[in-house]
């Protein structure tokens, strides 16, 4: 059959994102996870053999582009139907073309079928007994979770392959080559765009290759062949400040740096402006959102535990109901995390505990401590002797030990005089004093 993909067949009056859809694997973007040396789908086009599949994937990804690049190297007819265009008689339409192409050439037919998770019940039925049969191949793509959206009967016929969104090194690939292929993309034209442009138009593209394409080609109205883009013409076509899209650049960092800082540093004056800030640069909101969960357990920790379940809330309520109030809830768990007690306690010590598991990786546990399922157990002495917190006085067995013998004198967690922490400070001192006295002393003390 004709190369679906030959530059003959190019109109020059399409798209810059369909002009430069790949020709072969190796100009497809990211998936290497699938289509890589050795990976399930490149050996399926390596070894002209297929089966039936579903692609799942956010849109612009190269879903469809997929689905050519294997009918092209089946030799296959290719057939496709949007779901959100389509009924049962366009999939009797297609099946028909199938058998028909079948007896006519001997040569397989793909079925693509695009956005299938709209279809309902009955229509995704209508393709089971023709995948069976083996009319055609049938290939799917999807923007939701097959499990959820599509039949079990239909899932048990295709497999699901699951793509990722192209990062932002992957866009700005795929747009270096549009700007260097003078038959399919702007070579012949010379326009100059920098590094620094390119990577702001894939933040902008937010994993979209077909996106990306769309804002170059749109870009290259804005000048004369051979011109370089300023940043004004870039701004133009984005609809705002570059800044916006400057999401993983050093300026990013500092900033996340900075409202990490004012937090800790006790300012919620300073949390709520580099919040701002990055909001406005396009920061994902949860980004900050996981970045507060941290901060509530690095520098907040137990002189106020609750900062855990605020930043938890807000995180909630953001996905509840979206970004404007949602936007609002996180600001003001900021606001509550940079005023409450900061206590880094927790973190020191599970930091030590770490350092000192490394420095003695193979200490024994101890035999009171060891669980004792079987009377073999039993009988190496696993669990003897071990003493039930529960019946013990304030449900507190003072004197017990409960690290290997070898370090059973360690401290790690030292809380400060903040906030709960410094109950917990005194809860623990007490508990101190109760392992240094005698059990006839404690039962004077009133203990029962």
Known sequence: ???????????????????????????????????????????????????????????????????????????????????????????????????????????????????????????????????????????????????FELNSALLSRARVYRLQTPSVDDLQDVMTRALADPIRGLGKRNIQVSDHHLNVLAQAADGDVRRSLN?????A????????????????????????????????????????????????????????????????????????????????GNADPRALQVGLNAWDIFERVGPYEGNRAIAQAAVYMACAPKSNAVYRAFSQALESVRHHPSLEVPNHLRNAPTSLAKDMGHGEDYRYAHNEPNAYAAGESYLPQEIATERYYLPTDRGLEKKIGEKLAWLEQQDQQSPLQRYSNGDT
């Open 1 to 147: 059959m004709d190369d679906l993909f030959a530059a003959d067949n190019i109109n020059p009056m399409a798209p810059l994102a369909a002009r430069m859809r790949p020709e072969t694997l190796d100009e497809y973007v990211g998936q290497q996870h699938l289509v890589g040396e050795g990976k399930p789908l490149r050996k399926m086009i390596e070894r002209r053999q297929g089966h039936s599949f579903i692609l799942w994937g956010t849109p612009g990804i190269g879903k469809t582009t997929f689905a050519k690049l294997f009918a092209n190297s089946l030799d296959a007819k290719f057939i496709e139907l949007s779901a959100v265009m389509s009924g049962v008689k366009e999939i009797r339409a297609a099946v028909d073309d199938a058998k028909q192409w079948r007896l006519m050439t001997q040569k397989a037919t793909l079925l693509f079928v695009d956005e299938v998770h709209r279809f309902n019940k009955s229509q995704q039925d209508a393709f089971l007994p023709f995948i069976e049969d083996g009319t055609f191949l049938f290939v799917g793509a999807t923007t939701e979770n097959p499990a």
């Open 215 to 219: 804002f170059l080609e749109i870009l």
């Open 221 to 300: 109205d804005f000048v004369e062949d051979g011109e370089t883009i300023t940043d004004e013409q870039l701004e133009n076509v984005l609809g705002g400040s570059i800044r916006r899209y400057d999401k993983g650049g050093d300026v990013f960092y500092d900033q996340i740096s900075a409202f990490h800082k004012s937090i800790r540093g006790s300012s919620p004056d300073g949390a709520l402006y580099w919040m701002a800030r990055m909001l406005d640069g396009g920061c994902d909101p949860l980004y900050i959102a996981r970045r507060l969960l941290a901060i509530a357990s690095e520098d907040i």
